[in-house]
Nanobody, 125 residues
């Protein structure tokens, strides 16, 4: 059974930092694309960053480049999202998603088979 469990969300002031974690299990981690998405109220789900576990290849949305970093701990099958210089517009529910293939079209939610339950990030001005 595939499981993705997010943690690390919370409330911070603008300019602050948070680190999200996505603990994964139940599939072949080394051949998976794992991504972080976010969804704010009334908006579509947006791809934030992705990593192809086998090669540690990383991908970012333009809106977070230079501020967010996606990384992994292969021994723990866990993916992290380090978020620095947070802005109020980063406020959203953040979801971890995974699929057992390359990160082609990584920003498309429909390309992912597995999802976590989400963790809330709130950035105040």
């Amino acid at each position: 059974q595939v499981q993705l469990v997010e943690s690390g969300g919370g409330s911070v002031q603008a300019g602050g930092s948070l680190r999200l974690s996505c603990a994964t299990s139940g599939y072949t981690y080394s051949s998976a694309c794992v991504a972080w998405f976010r969804q704010a109220p009334g908006k579509e789900r947006e791809g934030v960053a992705a990593i192809y576990a086998g090669l540690s290849s990383t991908y970012y949305a333009d809106s977070v480049k230079g501020r967010f970093t996606i990384s992994q701990d292969n021994a723990k099958n866990t993916v992290y999202l380090q978020m620095n210089s947070l802005k109020p517009e980063d406020t959203a529910m953040y979801y971890c998603a995974a699929r057992s293939r390359w990160c082609l079209a990584w920003t498309m939610p429909r390309e992912y088979n597995y999802w976590g339950q989400g963790t809330q990030v709130t950035v105040s001005s």
